[in-house]
């Protein structure tokens, strides 16, 4: 417990509202079935594993870090096809991409704006820079309601927009037209985040030609290098250009850039996983709603939200819990995922463990 003299001081420097929240909170997974963190359960052949350790052999770790990452850059602008009229900004993961963001535009006064529900970090980002957060409720399919987020955009200029594709926790695409509708309206700069782009075959890259308020952000954590922490945003290079100003030197370390650009080398290998994460999605979301009293909602990311039996959702989340099997408990969270669990797709083999985890629990 803090010395109350202590105490006393934070509580006057630390600002009211940061006091207020909560610390984004991830549960120790040691010796768990891990289906909550939206990871790729597959690892690399052995052959390309020793390739990868000898490359990383050769990495200088006294020395700091190429400052522009730019074989990093290269492989990612090959690989995703991004015209080099394009500029590519790397992150620590996609978190700080949204810091920088808010942070390029933090005044008094101004406002961020996201539909609800989706990632918490655009909200909690947003109190972090000082600014105002306003959330706008999805619609009963869980899109986008045009007239509520254009009367928002109206009513509070939002500096910043973001917009998940596919969503998170949802798991579902917006409809491309309501998108174009909020890009059309918004003064401020609109963020699509497409973190789960590997699992559908939607893209928004091409409405960087369209709309000169819109970047994109990226990050390789679903396809399997969630450890990297590598994030990306592409966009106009005026706009890219000012937020390199706020990143911090060196932020992608030594062993991040050899060992993203010795993946994107061989992403065929990451490309083959994901396909089967693809197939192994429709597999468990039949085998899902064939349970009794769960409702699976469509995704074209690589998780599933489903609905539990009313006043189950905790209770199946801790007897999941106690037979090794981490999934994220959604209910509490908004009131549209009440009774909810999100579960990531796995592999055949975890997945079939889940499956019989829950039907055990549910009496199927």
Same mark, same amino acid.
């Given at each position: 417990?803090?010395? *109350?003299?202590?105490?006393?001081?934070?509580?006057?420097?630390?600002? *009211?509202?940061?006091?207020?929240?909560?610390?984004?909170?991830?549960?120790?997974?040691?010796?768990?079935?891990?289906?909550?963190?939206?990871?790729?359960?597959?690892?690399?052949?052995?052959?390309?594993?020793?390739?990868?350790?000898?490359?990383?052999?050769?990495?200088?770790?006294?020395?700091?870090?190429?400052?522009?990452?730019?074989?990093?850059?290269?492989?990612? =602008?090959?690989?995703?096809?991004? *015209?080099?009229?394009?500029?590519? &900004? %790397?992150?620590?993961?996609?978190?700080?991409?949204?810091?920088?963001? =808010?942070?390029?535009?933090?005044? #008094?006064?101004?406002?961020? %704006?996201?539909?609800?529900?989706?990632?918490?970090?655009?909200?909690?980002?947003?109190?972090?820079?000082?600014?105002?957060?306003?959330?706008?409720? %999805?619609?009963?399919?869980?899109?986008?309601?045009?007239?509520?987020?254009?009367?928002?955009? @109206?009513?509070?200029?939002? @500096?910043?927009?973001?917009?998940?594709?596919?969503?998170?926790?949802?798991?579902?695409?917006?409809?491309?037209?309501?998108?174009?509708?909020?890009?059309? +309206?918004?003064?401020?700069?609109?963020?699509?985040?497409?973190?789960?782009?590997?699992?559908?075959?939607?893209?928004?890259?091409?409405?960087?030609?369209?709309?000169?308020?819109?970047?994109?952000?990226?990050?390789?954590?679903?396809?399997?290098?969630?450890?990297?922490?590598?994030?990306?945003?592409?966009?106009?290079? +005026?706009?890219?250009?000012?937020?390199?100003? &706020?990143?911090?030197?060196?932020?992608?370390?030594?062993?991040?850039?050899?060992?993203?650009?010795? @993946?994107?080398?061989?992403?065929?290998? &990451?490309?083959?996983?994901?396909?089967?994460?693809?197939?192994?999605?429709?597999?468990?979301?039949?085998?899902?709603?064939?349970? #009794?009293?769960?409702?699976?909602? #469509?995704?074209? @990311?690589?998780?599933? %939200?489903?609905?539990?039996?009313?006043?189950?959702?905790?209770?199946?989340?801790?007897?999941?819990?106690?037979?090794?099997?981490?999934?994220?408990?959604?209910?509490?969270?908004?009131?549209?995922?009440?009774?909810?669990?999100?579960?990531?797709?796995?592999?055949?083999?975890?997945? =079939?463990?889940?499956?019989?985890?829950?039907?055990?629990?549910?009496?199927?």
């Amino acid at each position: 417990m803090s010395h *109350p003299a202590v105490t006393d001081r934070v509580a006057s420097l630390i600002r *009211p509202e940061i006091r207020a929240l909560s610390a984004y909170s991830v549960p120790s997974a040691e010796g768990m079935l891990k289906l909550d963190a939206m990871e790729n359960p597959y690892s690399w052949p052995a052959p390309l594993k020793k390739a990868w350790l000898e490359r990383l052999e050769a990495v200088a770790i006294n020395r700091y870090p190429e400052p522009a990452a730019a074989a990093v850059k290269e492989g990612l =602008a090959r690989m995703m096809k991004i *015209p080099e009229r394009y500029d590519l &900004l %790397l992150g620590n993961g996609s978190d700080e991409i949204i810091q920088l963001l =808010a942070m390029a535009v933090a005044e #008094p006064g101004r406002t961020v %704006l996201a539909p609800e529900p989706s990632f918490v970090m655009y909200r909690m980002i947003a109190t972090f820079t000082g600014m105002a957060y306003r959330g706008v409720a %999805l619609d009963s399919d869980f899109d986008l309601d045009v007239e509520a987020m254009l009367a928002a955009i @109206a009513a509070e200029q939002p @500096a910043l927009i973001f917009l998940a594709q596919p969503n998170n926790p949802t798991g579902n695409l917006f409809s491309e037209d309501r998108v174009r509708a909020i890009l059309e +309206a918004s003064e401020g700069l609109v963020v699509v985040d497409e973190a789960y782009t590997a699992f559908t075959e939607a893209d928004s890259l091409k409405l960087l030609d369209e709309y000169d308020n819109l970047v994109i952000m990226r990050t390789l954590s679903k396809v399997g290098l969630a450890g990297l922490r590598l994030g990306l945003l592409v966009g106009q290079p +005026a706009w890219l250009t000012e937020l390199e100003k &706020l990143r911090l030197p060196y932020n992608i370390n030594v062993l991040t850039q050899a060992s993203a650009a010795f @993946a994107l080398e061989h992403y065929d290998v &990451l490309r083959a996983q994901t396909r089967q994460l693809q197939q192994n999605r429709v597999l468990l979301s039949e085998a899902l709603g064939a349970l #009794p009293g769960l409702q699976v909602w #469509p995704s074209e @990311a690589n998780f599933l %939200l489903v609905r539990t039996p009313e006043g189950q959702a905790a209770q199946l989340h801790q007897g999941l819990r106690e037979q090794g099997i981490l999934v994220k408990l959604l209910d509490g969270a908004h009131p549209a995922l009440a009774d909810c669990l999100r579960i990531n797709v796995s592999s055949e083999e975890e997945n =079939a463990a889940l499956l019989q985890a829950l039907a055990a629990l549910l009496g199927g």
